[in-house]
């Protein structure tokens, strides 16, 4: 059985950091998705980042370009969301997801909160 676990988040000052991290069991990254959601109160949820396998291919939403970086650990099973000057739109809780084919899996979220 596939298993995420999230951890990393947290609350920073607009302009602070956070690395947001899923680690996962159950599999082996192979021709499969990593994908980062995140949801505010009251909002829909939203596609933040995404890692494919083979090839580490990402995309980001337009939101969060050039600030947030999707990334895996090479040797270890975990991916990473590194996420750069925060701002208050940004808060929201955090969902790792993996797909490989019609299997789904979503993690628990991680709360980041980002206020002065």
């Known amino acids: 059985q596939v298993h995420l676990v999230e951890s990393g988040g947290g609350s920073v000052q607009p302009g602070g950091s956070l690395r947001l991290t899923c680690a996962v069991s159950?599999?082996?990254?192979?021709?499969?998705?990593m994908r980062w959601y995140r949801q505010a109160p009251g909002k829909e949820r939203q596609l933040v980042a995404t890692?494919?396998?083979?090839?580490?291919?990402?995309d980001y939403a337009d939101s969060v370009k050039g600030r947030f970086t999707i990334s895996r650990d090479t040797v270890g099973k975990a991916v990473y969301l590194q996420m750069n000057n925060l701002s208050v739109e940004d808060t929201a809780m955090y969902y790792c997801?993996?797909?490989?084919?019609?299997?789904?899996?979503w993690g628990q979220g991680t709360q980041v909160t980002v206020s002065s």
């Open positions: 997801q993996y797909r490989r084919g019609s299997l789904i899996t």
């Open positions: 159950g599999f082996t990254f192979t021709n499969d998705y």
């Open positions: 890692l494919a396998m083979p090839g580490s291919r990402t």
